[in-house]
């Protein structure tokens, strides 16, 4: 058996995504969150159609990396996720033909399907990927070196640890859950479904944190803290719901919009960040 090869630090903090990727993301987070500033929840085809034009716009920046992606998490993970962001345009397109329908039980519905829809693939792609990450660390173990990367598996290999991908994956399992209870209107449980959908952000941004080293390294510092914090903001976005689940208070509907503008926002200048120093390595 031979010894593993120690991985260069280029290797290490290279940024596989293209710029164009990577450009895509980051417009498509400001789409979502300049179109969410735009129409709060309410009226405003220009506004939604933003929303769902960002959302598309993010599913390409998948897309476009898809190789790689594959090559390192699987194809159907990769797909699962690619389909997540498609949900969430399809949930707000709707809304950018007649903004009215805002005001429609059934597309209200429908939107709130969509969404879990969206989570329950996020959730899948996620999981899909800690599979992955168990099998690698038992192929590792059989092999003798555990936690070591060879040269040729390197770029293969689910860096992120099984703990920090289950974790995002119940979180992102939760937020479905909680889309899929507000369907119908939500009665008795939408309070816990809000409860529910902060407790799933956190997670996924405790998930982020745990793995903030490697992230680090090849995205930089600055924008894993960034995306850390979309998430947690995205988690504080809720709690207007918890406390209001009815909505009867216009202000708190119009503040858990602006929050989550705000979560897009800071996701937008993250994913650019790491687009400025994709631009940089060349």
């Keep these: 058996m031979s010894a593993a090869t120690v991985v260069s630090a280029s290797d290490r903090t290279t940024i596989h995504a293209s710029f164009f990727s990577l450009t895509c993301g980051a417009l498509g987070m400001l789409g979502v969150a300049v179109g969410t500033f735009i129409s709060p929840g309410s009226s405003g085809t220009f506004g939604w159609a933003l929303h769902a034009g960002g959302w598309i716009l993010v599913s390409v920046a998948i897309i476009a990396h898809i190789e790689h992606l594959s090559n390192r998490l699987g194809r159907v993970a990769v797909i699962c996720g690619i389909l997540a962001a498609v949900g969430q345009g399809l949930a707000d397109l709707p809304f950018a033909i007649n903004s009215t329908w805002v005001s429609d039980t059934g597309w209200i519905n429908y939107f709130n399907a969509m969404w879990a829809a969206a989570s329950l693939l996020a959730a899948a792609s ?157």
């Excluded at 070591?148 to 979180?171: I, K, N, Q, R």
């Excluded at 650019?272 to 631009?279: D, E, F, I, N, T």
């Design 126 to 282: 996620i999981g899909l990927a800690a599979v992955r990450k168990e099998k690698q660390m038992e192929a590792h173990l059989a092999s003798g070196r555990p936690g070591m990367y060879a040269s040729e598996d390197y770029s293969t290999t689910v860096h992120a640890s099984f703990l920090s991908l289950v974790t995002g994956a119940v979180g992102a399992l939760l937020t479905g859950i909680a889309s899929l209870m507000l369907i119908g209107g939500g009665g008795p449980a939408t309070r816990l479904s809000w409860i529910l959908y902060a407790i799933g952000s956190v997670l996924l941004a405790a998930a982020i944190i745990a793995h903030i080293e490697h992230l680090s390294l090849s995205l930089g510092r600055p924008a894993v803290i960034l995306g850390s914090l979309a998430m947690i903001l995205n988690a504080v976005s809720a709690l207007p719901g918890v406390f209001d689940p009815a909505g009867s208070n216009t202000l708190d509907t119009t503040l858990i919009w602006l929050l989550f503008a705000g979560s897009a926002t800071i996701a937008a200048i993250a994913i650019g960040l790491v687009a400025v120093r994709r631009r940089a390595q060349g």
